[in-house]
């Protein structure tokens, strides 16, 4: 048997999905201009700095994971913060492949001009839904990226980046 609407008010469009989306991305887009505005810096450089600040001694593969970003995005985020002289690096005393992460004074300095959060709102937003919700959101997700054929690859690209 068809389901009937109960009312038109809870029909739900493509375009008021749309403008939801809208709603979503212009608030990120916010965010990450009033953090560029105020520090100078880009968002994913401010989440970046902040891991290394949290994390001492992090590698490049650790702040990649703890940004759930691909290893090579990392490591042009860190050669930016190296050319702003906002962290250090270390070479590894067993292995000189590897390198350990510090961030400077400056660097402390300037993430307490921040206006948080650091890793973005989207992430701090995303860690407040419930387990059922985020479920529900991620196989709903799932199902528009398979329908526009989106690269899923382009996951590893941090927001304050597109």
């Given at each position: 048997?068809?389901?009937?609407a109960?009312?038109?008010?809870s029909?739900?469009?493509?375009a008021?999905?749309l403008r939801r989306f809208?709603?979503?991305?212009?608030?990120?887009?916010a965010h990450f201009?009033q953090?560029?505005?105020?520090?100078?810096l880009?968002?994913?450089?401010?989440?970046?700095l902040?891991?290394i600040r949290?994390?001492?001694?992090?590698?490049m593969?650790e702040l990649?994971?703890c940004?759930?970003i691909?290893?090579s995005?990392?490591?042009?985020l860190?050669k930016?913060?190296?050319?702003?002289?906002l962290?250090g690096v270390e070479k590894?005393a067993q292995?000189k492949?590897?390198?350990?992460?510090?961030?400077?004074?400056?660097?402390l300095?300037?993430?307490?001009?921040?206006?948080?959060?650091f890793?973005?709102?989207?992430p701090v937003?995303l860690t407040?839904l419930n387990a059922?919700?985020l479920?529900r959101?991620?196989?709903?997700?799932g199902?528009?990226?398979?329908?526009?054929?989106?690269?899923?690859?382009?996951?590893k690209v941090?927001l304050?980046?597109?």
């Amino acid at each position: 048997m068809p389901r009937a609407a109960s009312s038109r008010a809870s029909v739900v469009t493509s375009a008021q999905v749309l403008r939801r989306f809208r709603v979503v991305f212009n608030a990120i887009r916010a965010h990450f201009q009033q953090v560029e505005k105020k520090v100078g810096l880009g968002g994913a450089q401010v989440w970046a700095l902040s891991a290394i600040r949290d994390q001492p001694d992090i590698g490049m593969g650790e702040l990649a994971r703890c940004m759930d970003i691909h290893q090579s995005t990392a490591s042009n985020l860190v050669k930016g913060l190296l050319q702003k002289e906002l962290i250090g690096v270390e070479k590894d005393a067993q292995d000189k492949r590897h390198v350990h992460l510090q961030v400077t004074a400056k660097a402390l300095a300037l993430l307490k001009d921040v206006p948080g959060p650091f890793e973005g709102v989207l992430p701090v937003a995303l860690t407040q839904l419930n387990a059922a919700t985020l479920q529900r959101l991620d196989n709903d997700l799932g199902e528009l990226i398979a329908l526009i054929q989106a690269d899923e690859t382009a996951g590893k690209v941090p927001l304050a980046q597109l």
